[in-house]
């Protein structure tokens, strides 16, 4: 990252430092934003334009109203996030890229940030991008600094990260990373993590980090925890499109972590199966074993639990996906999961399903959703 982004974070946190005289760590407050909310339809799109503005003159009770309050809204998406161009990673990386291209990526940057106003990553771009065109003196660049140091301010303003209590809060799982990134904090593991309802990311922190020219040095944090409750449970509560109750089959069915469900298959040509969702529980808390599952079933069953669990070798949680199948044959089907960290799906391994025995698939903790599509007789 360039040199230039470092002098800006020095110049946020100074900032940043002297405001939190004004307030203690806290924990933002849903209810009362959703209420003030409520109370004035027109609050939010105000103190965004405002933000937008640049306007210093916002207090960090607005700023939490504008971030926080964005889960409220219709279009609030936590997985959503700007994808940077070809030239904007060239940008960053403090490549060469010729004044032209620059303009022109500054007038794309400009179109996300009126499409994503709460994104670090797109005024962060930005910042970089006026500093490379107008130098240091430039009206654009200084809004895009203020924009973000108040987006930085209000989310370091709900907790410091060294325990769960005092986790930061976000509502994006990219802010996450844009955060650590922009302060200098490496990390080398990320756990997911629930506890009475509230979700938390993680992350094991390596010694130093590298800035540009500059090297920082974490101290004596080990951990740094997130609070992402809004994304999970916006994950998990998501309409499940691909899912069917018994009278509706499909050919992907999409199961949350900490899910319980019964599936009834129903063959269709070539030896391939749809199958309906009849019975869908939340799960946590015990091991999943043999004995979790019925011991006999319709033929047509398949009963899954979707859970992370205590690993019996680790000191980590682990996700596991349990299976029994009650079906007379093997059965293989295509895999594909969903951490809290990404947007989109990938495919992952998965050794099938085989009459009536306990199978277990596990992965690293984060992931946060597993889809199961195109379940067909396992080939001999």
Request: charged share 25%; net charge negative.
């Amino acid at each position: 990252m360039k040199k230039l982004m470092f002098l800006l974070i020095v110049a946020l946190f100074a900032s940043y430092a002297l405001k939190a005289q004004d307030f203690d760590y806290k924990a933002p407050d849903y209810d009362s934003i959703k209420h003030r909310m409520t109370e004035d339809p027109n609050l939010y799109s105000s103190i965004e334009a405002r933000f937008l503005r640049a306007d210093t003159s916002l207090k960090n009770e607005d700023l939490r109203v504008l971030y926080y309050g964005k889960v409220f809204r219709e279009d609030y998406s936590p997985y959503d996030e700007y994808e940077w161009t070809d030239n904007m990673k060239k940008i960053m990386r403090s490549e060469h890229v010729k004044p032209s291209i620059l303009k022109q990526e500054l007038k794309n940057i400009n179109k996300a940030i009126m499409k994503y106003p709460l994104s670090m990553d797109c005024h962060a771009i930005k910042y970089v991008i006026c500093g490379e065109l107008f130098g240091e003196d430039n009206d654009e660049l200084m809004n895009a600094a203020i924009n973000l140091s108040m987006l930085m301010g209000v989310i370091l303003s709900t907790g410091d990260g060294q325990s769960k209590e005092s986790a930061i809060h976000v509502i994006t799982v990219s802010d996450e990373h844009t955060l650590m990134q922009l302060v200098g904090i490496g990390w080398n593991e990320q756990s997911l993590i629930e506890e009475e309802g509230q979700y938390y990311d993680r992350f094991d922190l390596v010694e130093n980090y590298t800035v540009g020219d500059e090297n920082i040095t974490v101290g004596d944090a080990e951990k740094l925890y997130f609070n992402i409750t809004p994304c999970f449970k916006t994950l998990i509560s998501e309409p499940e499109q691909s899912t069917s109750s018994e009278s509706e089959y499909s050919n992907s069915i999409e199961i949350p972590l900490g899910t319980r469900v019964t599936l009834r298959l129903k063959e269709s040509e070539n030896s391939t199966f749809q199958a309906a969702v009849i019975d869908r529980q939340p799960y946590s808390g015990e091991k999943v074993t043999d004995s979790t599952f019925s011991s006999e079933n319709d033929p047509d069953i398949v009963e899954l639990i979707f859970a992370q669990e205590k690993s019996s070798y680790s000191d980590h949680d682990w996700v596991y996906l349990s299976a029994k199948s009650f079906y007379s044959q093997a059965l293989s089907f295509d895999s594909f999961i969903l951490s809290s960290s990404k947007i989109k799906f990938e495919p992952t391994s998965n050794v099938g399903w085989y009459p009536k025995v306990f199978m277990r698939e596990q992965w690293f903790p984060g992931v946060a959703k597993i889809r199961i599509e195109n379940i067909r007789i396992m080939k001999q």
